[in-house]
Nanobody, 116 residues
Framework: QVQVVESGGALVHPGGSLRLSCAAS????????MGWYRQAPGKLRELVATISPVGITKYVDSVKGRFTISRGNAKNTVYLQMNSLKPDDTAVYYC??????????WGQGTQVTVSS
């Protein structure tokens, strides 16, 4: 059974940094696209960043230059380094492992709160 587990969410001051981690288990994730999404209160879930099996990355415009997605050597872990955090970054952050419509897995989410 595939499981996706996020960690690293916390309360941080504006301008601070945080690193989120995600670990997938119960399968072979070499060919999966891994990504981070977020959902703020009253808003739809949005894509934050994705990384392909060969390391190609994409970011939503609002985090470009501040966030960095990376992947562990074992391919089943993915990280999101978040710098220069803003109150607008406050959300529940979700990790996604995607191969196709039948192999698409989500974690339970980790809360990131940016507040003074």
């Amino acid at each position: 059974q595939v499981q996706v587990v996020e960690s690293g969410g916390a309360l941080v001051h504006p301008g601070g940094s945080l690193r989120l981690s995600c670990a997938a288990s119960g399968g072979i994730f070499t060919f999966y696209h891994m990504g981070w999404y977020r959902q703020a209160p009253g808003k739809l879930r949005e894509l934050v960043a994705t990384i392909s099996p060969v390391g190609i990355t994409k970011y939503v415009d609002s985090v470009k230059g501040r966030f960095t997605i990376s992947r562990g050597n074992a391919k089943n872990t993915v990280y999101l380094q978040m710098n220069s955090l803003k109150p607008d970054d406050t959300a529940v952050y979700y990790c996604n492992a995607h191969l196709n419509d039948y192999a698409d897995y989500w974690g339970q989410g980790t809360q990131v709160t940016v507040s003074s």
